[in-house]
């Protein structure tokens, strides 16, 4: 199969002198398959009319596997190619955009001693799959998870539960395993609310919160590392739930901590600025904003963490890349975090990237539960089970999480997400159960056939080339996602070709129809394609529904 770009780029070099990379677009079906504005583009540095140097590429191009090239327009070159090119574009190709490349992702962030909720769901829904993406263009990938294993979270924490422990650490083993979370869940809020109240429980919270890594103390420690236990069990069960796909590492900011603080002193002055014995990074001259790194009493904060995990996971993989995926409000601290990096270890530069999310609303405004708290994902995963199974559908897990990632997903990284749970779980319109039922009858179509299947004819009908022609854009689609880091087109791309299948189906028999051979390979190219996009989205494509 020819590579169109490159027989054009090398006509316009040979008429014209020119050197030019071709842009192809995918015009409406009835223009072509593929277009190029190249003629507009190189007309005006050769004072020629465009249509004229359409005409002139037009006439210089010659290949068996065009059918057609039409001139359009002011000089649009439309091109239309045979079917057995078609057939050649819809086989299913991994990429090699990134095969040279080792990359870092943190796919799961949740602290410990909190209950996980829904941002944390869906940072870690986007980051799992753009890992994905990167290692279906063929990168090494490497997933990882970073928590908050100190700080205030936990002094608030552990307050409430040396309280309700009362000296007797023995007493956390009595409580059930379904009954975990939620403890952990109300010592947090008890906690916080103490935090707010009680100046005296202030004070202690502060000092647990301070030296929660020091603690020497038996009961603290026993009570410390049972719900450090039960907590990460809970995240690596609602990770494993999410979908996502194992992590290799864990790391905790207790871990990064030492080695931030004595990055930050051995870069000041220079990078860092010492304030009243605080460290200082002036991020407002690089457009973020000035960020306590380490504090007056010599406490590592959450900057001086960031910057010794940056070089942590550098040890341990040497990435070209590294990727952090979180809240939009944190856009500019990892601004001040990554370009303090940077001058401190300028070998690292342009290896960390932070990729900023939107928030998640839900359609029915309820984003807290009655005391404040904002709604745990495990919350979400009950609400999005009843809807599937009131409508009549088994309530498998497969089918949740099905619902629940593409619905995040579907829309553009950055941008809000508006959570309906009724529409995600409908069989109808734009989800991933939808698309899940979809492969589902593709796969009893071929099931219901007995015959087997003949060589690729090269001589098709109209609605059987336009579903080939969508099939083939595939690898196109699934190449810009991963270029530009954006899962949605993947999802925009299977919604479309989904309905194109349907169209098709709706006019075409396949089984028993004289037809039947071709028809019944174009299912196989349809439902295997739809597959492979559904894997890329870490949702499942069940043979039956």
Same mark, same amino acid.
């Given at each position: 199969?020819?590579?169109?770009?490159?027989?054009?780029?090398?006509?316009?070099?040979?008429?014209?002198?020119?050197?030019?990379?071709?842009?192809?677009?995918?015009?409406?079906?009835?223009?072509?398959?593929?277009?190029?504005?190249?003629?507009?583009?190189?007309?005006?540095?050769?004072?020629?009319?465009?249509?004229?140097?359409?005409?002139?590429?037009?006439?210089?191009?010659?290949?068996?596997?065009?059918?057609?090239?039409?001139?359009?327009?002011?000089?649009?070159?439309?091109?239309?190619?045979?079917?057995?090119?078609?057939? @050649?574009? =819809? &086989?299913?190709?991994?990429?090699? !955009? /990134? +095969? %040279?490349?080792?990359?870092?992702?943190?796919?799961?962030?949740?602290?410990?001693?909190?209950?996980?909720?829904?941002?944390?769901?869906?940072?870690?829904?986007?980051?799992?799959?753009?890992?994905?993406?990167?290692?279906?263009?063929?990168?090494?990938?490497?997933?990882?998870?970073?928590?908050?294993?100190?700080?205030?979270?936990?002094?608030?924490?552990?307050?409430?539960?040396?309280?309700?422990?009362?000296?007797?650490?023995?007493?956390?083993?009595?409580?059930?395993?379904?009954?975990?979370?939620?403890?952990?869940?109300?010592?947090?809020?008890?906690?916080?609310?103490?935090?707010?109240?009680? @100046?005296? =429980? &202030?004070?202690?919270?502060?000092? !647990? /919160? +301070? %030296?929660?890594?020091?603690?020497?103390?038996?009961?603290?420690?026993?009570?410390?590392?049972?719900?450090?236990?039960?907590?990460?069990?809970?995240?690596?069960?609602?990770?494993?739930?999410?979908?996502?796909?194992?992590?290799?590492?864990?790391?905790?900011?207790?871990?990064?901590?030492?080695?931030?603080?004595?990055?930050?002193?051995?870069?000041?002055?220079?990078?860092?600025?010492?304030?009243?014995?605080?460290?200082?990074?002036?991020?407002?001259?690089?457009?973020?904003?000035?960020?306590?790194?380490?504090?007056?009493?010599?406490?590592?904060?959450?900057?001086?963490?960031?910057?010794?995990?940056?070089?942590? &996971?550098?040890?341990?993989?040497?990435?070209?890349?590294?990727?952090?995926?979180?809240?939009?409000?944190?856009?500019?601290?990892?601004?001040?975090?990554?370009?303090?990096?940077?001058?401190?270890?300028?070998?690292?530069?342009?290896?960390?990237?932070?990729?900023?999310?939107?928030?998640?609303?839900?359609?029915?405004?309820?984003?807290?539960?009655?005391?404040?708290?904002?709604?745990?994902?495990?919350?979400?995963?009950?609400?999005?089970?009843?809807?599937?199974?009131?409508?009549?559908?088994?309530?498998?897990?497969?089918?949740?999480?099905?619902?629940?990632?593409?619905?995040?997903?579907?829309?553009?990284?950055?941008?809000?997400?508006?959570?309906?749970?009724?529409?995600?779980?409908?069989?109808?319109?734009?989800?991933?159960?939808?698309?899940?039922?979809?492969?589902?009858?593709?796969?009893?179509?071929?099931?219901?056939?007995?015959?087997?299947?003949?060589?690729?004819?090269?001589?098709?009908?109209?609605?059987?080339?336009?579903?080939?022609?969508?099939?083939?854009?595939?690898?196109?689609?699934?190449?810009?996602?991963?270029?530009?880091?954006?899962?949605?087109?993947?999802?925009?791309?299977?919604?479309?070709?989904?309905?194109?299948?349907?169209?098709?189906?709706?006019?075409?028999?396949?089984?028993?129809?004289?037809?039947?051979?071709?028809?019944?390979?174009?299912?196989?190219?349809?439902?295997?394609?739809?597959?492979?996009?559904?894997?890329?989205?870490?949702?499942?494509?069940?043979?039956?529904?």
């Amino acid at each position: 199969m020819i590579e169109i770009a490159v027989v054009i780029k090398n006509v316009c070099k040979k008429l014209f002198d020119v050197d030019i990379e071709p842009e192809l677009t995918r015009p409406d079906e009835q223009f072509g398959d593929y277009a190029t504005n190249i003629a507009l583009r190189i007309s005006k540095q050769l004072g020629k009319n465009p249509r004229e140097v359409a005409e002139a590429i037009k006439a210089e191009i010659s290949s068996d596997d065009i059918v057609s090239l039409e001139i359009a327009g002011p000089g649009f070159i439309n091109i239309r190619l045979t079917d057995s090119v078609l057939w @050649e574009l =819809a &086989k299913i190709q991994t990429g090699k !955009l /990134a +095969s %040279d490349m080792k990359v870092v992702i943190e796919t799961n962030n949740p602290n410990p001693f909190k209950a996980m909720h829904i941002g944390h769901a869906f940072n870690a829904i986007i980051a799992d799959t753009i890992a994905n993406l990167a290692e279906y263009a063929g990168a090494e990938i490497h997933r990882v998870s970073y928590h908050g294993d100190i700080g205030q979270h936990v002094g608030r924490s552990m307050y409430s539960l040396l309280k309700f422990v009362e000296g007797n650490p023995a007493k956390l083993h009595t409580i059930a395993d379904a009954e975990r979370n939620s403890l952990m869940s109300k010592m947090y809020a008890e906690g916080s609310r103490a935090y707010k109240e009680d @100046e005296t =429980a &202030k004070a202690e919270i502060d000092q !647990l /919160a +301070s %030296d929660s890594f020091t603690r020497e103390d038996p009961v603290y420690r026993e009570v410390y590392e049972v719900c450090m236990d039960w907590s990460f069990r809970e995240i690596d069960s609602n990770v494993a739930r999410l979908g996502n796909k194992p992590i290799e590492k864990r790391y905790l900011e207790s871990q990064a901590d030492a080695l931030g603080v004595q990055t930050v002193k051995a870069h000041t002055p220079g990078v860092f600025i010492e304030n009243d014995g605080a460290y200082v990074f002036p991020g407002s001259k690089y457009g973020s904003f000035d960020n306590v790194f380490v504090s007056s009493k010599g406490r590592g904060l959450y900057g001086a963490r960031d910057l010794g995990l940056i070089q942590l &996971k550098h040890q341990d993989f040497q990435a070209q890349k590294s990727m952090i995926v979180t809240a939009e409000e944190q856009r500019d601290y990892f601004k001040g975090v990554i370009k303090a990096a940077e001058l401190c270890l300028p070998e690292l530069a342009g290896v960390t990237t932070n990729i900023s999310t939107g928030t998640v609303k839900l359609s029915t405004g309820k984003m807290s539960s009655r005391d404040g708290d904002v709604l745990e994902i495990g919350w979400l995963f009950e609400q999005i089970s009843q809807a599937v199974a009131q409508r009549g559908s088994a309530a498998s897990d497969n089918i949740v999480t099905g619902a629940l990632r593409y619905q995040f997903l579907k829309a553009r990284i950055g941008s809000d997400v508006m959570f309906d749970i009724e529409e995600s779980t409908s069989l109808q319109g734009n989800t991933g159960p939808y698309l899940q039922y979809a492969h589902a009858r593709a796969r009893s179509i071929l099931a219901k056939s007995t015959v087997e299947l003949e060589g690729l004819t090269t001589e098709l009908e109209a609605d059987e080339r336009s579903l080939l022609r969508k099939v083939g854009e595939y690898h196109e689609v699934v190449g810009k996602a991963v270029s530009e880091l954006m899962p949605h087109l993947v999802c925009t791309y299977l919604y479309e070709l989904a309905q194109t299948f349907n169209r098709f189906y709706e006019h075409n028999r396949v089984i028993d129809d004289p037809r039947q051979s071709v028809r019944l390979q174009l299912v196989q190219k349809y439902a295997d394609t739809l597959k492979s996009g559904l894997s890329i989205l870490n949702i499942s494509a069940p043979d039956h529904m």
